[in-house]
């Protein structure tokens, strides 16, 4: 089953405004990564947190990471119109071979 | 190539049929992984391979699905007597890295489409 879990499944904000989606996850993890999906085809990767960071920091991106609430959640500031995709979180167990476990996603919509 | 290279991007098939989806990774990649992606859903995990090591196949949903790699080259995903349910993007990312400490860089996925 997958591990990730993502709320909120869909947001709508406006231009200009802030959009913060959450993940959580159920097992000890190495690292999770954030990514971006437009048009539901290939994902680019926007950020990686390893187990022992607790926040970063790309561009506009922040992410933080609670290792104690297994959760981690990502905020985009200032969004713009481009920002529309869906963002999902993947997470790498600590054990066994090294597959990229993948949240549900957060639908995200820009209005300008 | 400069990316993850997948073919067919499209793929329209009758049930029953046996298809075969293609996956380049980038040059030097060790790592490969097939995911699938149902409309809506998220990402489902399906196999991996990483160099010469036997893959990981734990994701495959039945023994219609089974995957080969060459050692650092090219994947086919295969999927047998296609059923309705198969209809799907399949997704193939590859990393430099081992060990699942590095990026994922995707090709644009197969979409699959079973009548």
């Known amino acids: 089953s997958q591990q990730g879990e993502e709320d909120p499944q869909a947001l709508s904000i406006q231009e200009g405004e802030n959009a913060t989606m959450n993940c959580s996850y159920k097992?000890?993890?190495?690292?999770l990564q954030w990514y971006r999906q437009n048009s539901g085809r290939g994902l680019v990767h926007l950020i990686l947190?390893?187990?022992?960071?607790r926040e970063k920091h790309s561009g506009r991106l922040r992410v933080t990471l609670d290792t104690s609430k297994k959760s981690s959640s990502l905020l985009i500031t200032a969004s713009r119109a481009a920002d529309t995709a869906s963002y999902f979180c993947?997470?790498?167990?600590?054990?066994?071979?090294?597959?990229?476990?993948f949240g549900t996603g957060t639908r995200l919509k820009v209005l300008a | 190539g400069a990316g993850v290279s997948q073919s067919p991007s499209n793929k329209v098939t009758e049930k029953g049929k046996d298809v075969e989806l293609r996956c380049d990774p980038i040059?030097?990649?060790?790592?490969l992984y097939w995911y699938r992606q149902r409309l809506g859903q998220g990402l489902e995990f399906l196999i991996y391979?990483?160099?010469?090591?036997?893959?990981?196949k734990s994701g495959l949903p039945s023994d219609r699905f089974s995957a080969e790699r060459t050692g650092e080259s090219v994947s086919t995903l295969t999927i047998q007597r296609t059923q309705q349910e198969d209809s799907a993007v399949y997704l193939c990312?590859?990393?430099?890295?081992?060990?699942?400490?590095?990026?994922?860089?995707f090709g644009e996925g197969s979409r699959l489409t079973v009548l």
């Open positions: 990312a590859s990393s430099t890295l081992a060990g699942g400490t590095g990026e994922l860089f």
């Open positions: 097992t000890s993890i190495n690292n």
């Open positions: 947190i390893r187990s022992n960071e």
């Open positions: 993947a997470t790498v167990h600590l054990s066994g071979t090294y597959k990229y476990i």
């Open positions: 040059s030097g990649h060790t790592a």
């Open positions: 391979f990483q160099g010469n090591s036997a893959p990981d």
